[in-house]
């Protein structure tokens, strides 16, 4: 069964087939995809997919991906999960975004703090990741409020658009947060 995550403004809840115009409306714009590391979305086919593929790695415990909704309004406003999951290796790697009518509101701020939480004690992990385009100011900044440290610099390690991108790689222990 997927959990969902109650915060004071937010559900954090299973991604559905009904998310995928607001999937693409988020992933289609050039300001929330420009650190991402994939290419925009042209088409609903592709926020379809991505649905699907989100559900197939919650399946086979290789990844989680709650969409971000606000208590106040229906409607996912963003994504934020587990990728790169280990269960195994007790680690994964956070990864997140919103549309861009919702920056600066402490909504990421809210979602990453409640599955730090998550990841930490019903996951049982023991080590957290990230990883982060050097120019991303503002996640780089949002990770190192919550205690992730900088590990190094993975050189072009993310190819987006035909170029290669150095990033940084963050990590957060179970016994830090």
């Known amino acids: 069964m997927f ?3 109650e915060t004071d403004r937010l559900w954090l809840r299973e991604i559905e087939e ?25 088409s609903i086919e592709q926020a379809q997919r991505l649905v699907e593929l989100f559900a197939t790695n919650f399946k086979s415990k290789r990844g989680i991906r709650w969409g ?6 229906p409607g996912l406003i963003g994504t934020i999960g587990f990728n ?10 956070i ?14 701020t809210e979602a990453i703090k409640s599955i730090v939480d998550y ?14 385009f050097l120019e991303n100011q503002p996640s780089n900044q949002l990770l190192e409020k ?5 590990e190094g610099v993975l050189r072009k390690y993310i190819v ?12 957060l222990l179970s016994e830090e947060a």
């Open 84 to 93: 790169a999951w280990l269960p195994q290796y007790q680690r994964a790697e």
């Open 146 to 150: 919550f205690g992730f440290q900088k």
């Open 3 to 5: 959990p969902v995550i």
């Open 119 to 132: 990841g930490f004690n019903a996951m049982e992990l023991n080590r957290i990741g990230a990883v982060v």
């Open 18 to 42: 009904k998310d995928s115009q607001a999937l693409f409306d988020c992933f289609s714009k050039d300001e929330v995809i420009q650190f991402y590391g994939q290419d925009k979305m042209t």
């Open 95 to 108: 990864g997140y975004e919103l549309h861009p009518d919702f920056w600066h509101q402490g909504y990421m």
């Open 160 to 171: 987006q658009n035909g170029v290669a991108h150095d990033t940084y790689m963050y990590g």
């Open 68 to 73: 971000i909704e606000r208590k106040d309004s």
